[in-house]
């Protein structure tokens, strides 16, 4: 492991493996047993854990084997929801839109035996992975409460039971993940309040993935979304967002998409090394941190792998400079 500075991780997912993509198809027609299911996805996960250790990431994931939508997953296990049709959410990929239809409760914890299995598996830390209210809300239909702001409050009440759970499990970071929160900009002040209710109590670090759109249209106000850390993809947009800071400073923890997870190619590590010294410019080694700019899980497992491996060996090398820099003539 490193030390304290350009720790690196990922965001969240990554690819599954091909008997467990055979295995949830076969659950989805009846013809696999649940348990059979959830005995190939701790497979799988106990098989990412071992990689991400191996390619001496930081700070890991479970990798969310047992997960397909990062809305409809949560939406299922929440009461209140019911499934909607069919819509497509990017690429060839489709999910069922959930709807809000009742009264938003969570029943029992969501992910939390997930967390303790990861992290049973490891001595580095796992991130507990959740999304966020407003994104629980956009990616929904809001059919039962008045306005868009209750229904995001209501959700950010059962994330934040979700949260806490975690953070008394022994979480050591937790990752409220956003992506639609740039959606609407007029909003922002909505997701928000709806952050401030999941993270007010937790102990934990937190983490919000803003993922892909149009950053600039609520830059700086997003520097009041009450988390330690925004997780920005930034290689996509070939860094042109970390021209904002100009002129506004980042004022938190930055984690730094260095490779692109939408294109097969492979960068280089001096490419993605240059990522990271564009954003050294910015925030200090201390708060940087190194990642793929998106979820993997569009990825087969092998270009995961090494879009990761690259991750690494990239904060490595500019770990190696800095340090070489800071050593007196």
């Known amino acids: 492991m490193s030390d304290q500075t350009l720790l690196t991780t990922t965001v969240g997912s990554f690819g599954k493996p091909e008997y467990l993509q055979k295995a949830r198809n076969a659950f989805a027609r009846g013809k696999l047993a649940r348990a059979e299911l959830e005995g190939l996805e701790r497979k799988a996960t106990t098989e990412w854990i071992r990689i991400q250790e191996k390619l001496d990431l930081d700070i890991l994931v479970d990798g969310e084997m047992y997960r397909g939508d990062m809305v409809a997953h949560f939406a299922e296990l929440l009461e ?16 069922h839109k959930p709807i809000i239809s009742g009264a938003i409760r969570r029943p029992q914890p969501m992910t939390v035996d997930w967390w303790k299995f990861a992290q049973s598996l490891t001595d580095r830390p796992v991130k507990g992975m959740l999304t966020g209210p407003y994104t629980m809300l956009d990616w929904s239909y809001n059919e039962a409460y008045p306005t868009r702001r209750e229904a995001a409050l209501a959700l950010a009440e059962v994330i934040r039971e979700e949260a806490e759970d975690l953070d008394r499990a022994g979480a050591k970071y937790i990752q409220i993940d956003e992506p639609a929160i740039h959606a609407r900009p007029e909003e922002l002040p909505i997701a928000i309040e709806a952050m401030a209710i999941v993270t007010q109590n937790l102990k934990a670090k937190t983490i919000s993935h803003i993922c892909y759109g149009d950053f600039a249209a609520i830059y700086p106000g997003v520097l009041e979304l009450p988390v330690d ?64 700019d998106c979820g993997l899980k569009t990825r087969p ?28 003539a």
């Open 229 to 292: 850390q925004l997780d920005l993809a930034m290689v996509n947009y070939e860094y042109k967002y970390l021209d904002l800071f100009e002129k506004d400073p980042f004022t938190r923890e930055m984690a730094i998409g260095i490779v692109d997870v939408h294109k097969h190619e492979l960068e280089t590590v001096e490419e993605a090394a240059e990522g990271i010294r564009k954003g050294l410019k910015y925030v200090p080694a201390d708060k940087l941190l190194p990642h793929p």
């Open 301 to 328: 497992v092998e270009e995961s792998i090494a879009k990761c491996r690259v991750v690494v060996e990239a904060a490595k090398l500019v770990r190696a400079e800095l340090a070489k820099k800071a050593v007196p």
């Open 80 to 95: 209140g929801y019911t499934e909607g049709g069919l819509v497509r959410a990017y690429g060839n990929r489709y999910y």
